[in-house]
């Protein structure tokens, strides 16, 4: 079996979106002054699909959602050569041979995106040539279904979001993610009001339920401090990527601080990276995303790594490249999961691309043991509401 051809295209939504909304999720370009709404930057609209064809017809499909128009350029220019015409089955050399290829300007980031894509791609097809899941090749089936956690949250009005949690407690979930609305820039009074949404939260869920709490890196270290020790009431199961990715040794440091486990990664790459995480204690759950971090070929390595240093893995964003290695190592116990709503953030667009993302039941999503490969499909539904950028 050899890799026949290679495409990569940017679907870019034109569709309907829930508009912009202050203070609704905290994050790094908070800490900038600027002229613009920073919510503007948190907002991910379009997603680049990777489609690998085989001699002897297999697709397989990847896909890439960090700079999409970025890793579509990093695909058809450096990373398609090197895989054309190749045995899918030597992913590990494939991978090499394109991480290295890279080296020089790559290593993080939108390159290791992009490699993510083709590496998807790669497994996707390994799958369907032996009518296995993805997951079958990995280490099969570690837990009866997954359990995921409800993550959405996102600071509104304090009665809207508490109408949310009821609403999905009402279905099942027994975990849920808030996002913070507030950070160094709001003052005491912001404080405050982070303060008051959690505690909105818990007033619904109580406390026979998890509470995981999301920065995205819309804190510094100084804020962070003066945040955990309020927050131990609380109880959180985790407090998630405070201060930017490159702050190791703030995570460090924060991880330290209280009884609450700091998380990260899901802006972290490679092995390398989690092994400088992992050394330093930096995070108590690691949560890379399998298309950012490397793909499977590496994901499958850091679920090693983290195994061994007793750390669970609990990949960021749910959707099957993650879900799969989830469900095939004991090093992680549960998976995010975005439920799907019209497009807001951009995440969402999986749901609107893609058919076979598994739905949430009572908290659990199952993966089908004869449905091989990633398990998806291209969704034909919405389409025209797509510009498609070939
Ligand atoms: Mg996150």
Redesign the pocket.
């Known amino acids: 079996m050899k890799i026949k051809s290679v495409r990569a295209r940017v679907f870019e939504w034109k569709g309907k979106t829930v508009p912009p909304q202050g203070n609704f999720c905290s994050n790094a370009m908070d800490l900038v002054y600027s002229n613009t709404e920073s919510m503007s930057t948190f907002r991910f609209h379009s997603w680049t699909v990777v489609e690998m064809e085989t001699d002897d017809g297999i697709i397989g499909l990847g896909n890439v959602a960090l700079a999409p128009s970025i890793a579509k350029a990093i695909i058809d220019q450096y990373l398609t050569p090197l895989v054309l015409g190749q045995d899918p089955w030597d992913y590990e050399y494939l991978w090499q041979r394109m991480y290295r290829a890279t080296h020089a300007w790559g290593r993080k980031g939108v390159t290791m995106a992009a490699i993510s894509a083709i590496d998807l791609a790669i497994w996707d097809i390994l799958g369907k040539s032996v009518n296995k899941p993805v997951f079958k090749l990995l280490g099969g089936r570690t837990k009866e279904k997954i359990p995921v956690y409800y993550s959405k949250l996102y600071r509104t009005n304090l009665e809207d979001m508490q109408a949310e949690a009821q609403k999905y407690m009402d279905e099942g979930f027994t975990m849920f993610k808030s996002r913070f609305g507030y950070g160094p820039a709001h003052g005491t009074k912001g404080v405050a009001e982070n303060l008051k949404a959690v505690a909105a939260i818990r007033e619904v869920i109580g406390y026979d339920n998890d509470l995981m709490l999301?920065c995205?890196m819309g804190w510094n270290l100084e804020y962070t401090k003066r945040m955990l020790p309020k927050l131990e009431r609380f109880e959180p199961r985790w407090v998630?990527?405070p201060v930017i990715a490159d702050d190791i040794d703030g995570y460090a440091e924060l991880n330290q601080l209280t009884s609450i486990p700091i998380s990260g990664g899901?802006h972290e790459f490679s092995l390398y990276g989690f092994k400088q995480l992992l050394d330093k204690k930096a995070v108590s759950v690691v949560?890379y995303d399998t298309n950012r971090v490397g793909g499977i070929t590496a994901a499958h390595k850091i679920n090693a790594l983290c195994e061994a240093y007793s750390v669970p893995v609990i990949p960021?964003a749910g959707q099957m490249h993650n879900y799969h290695l989830t469900m095939s190592t004991l090093a992680s116990p549960m998976s995010e999961y975005f439920p799907m709503f019209d497009v807001e953030v951009g995440n969402e667009l999986f749901y609107y691309i893609f058919d076979g993302e598994p739905v949430a039941e009572n908290g659990f999503v199952q993966l089908d043991d004869h449905k091989p490969g990633l398990g998806l499909s291209m969704k034909t539904e919405f389409l025209d509401q797509f510009n498609i950028i070939e």
Do not use: G, K, L
Request: proline residues 0%; charged residues 55%.
């Open positions: 999301e995205y998630e990527e899901e949560q960021h």
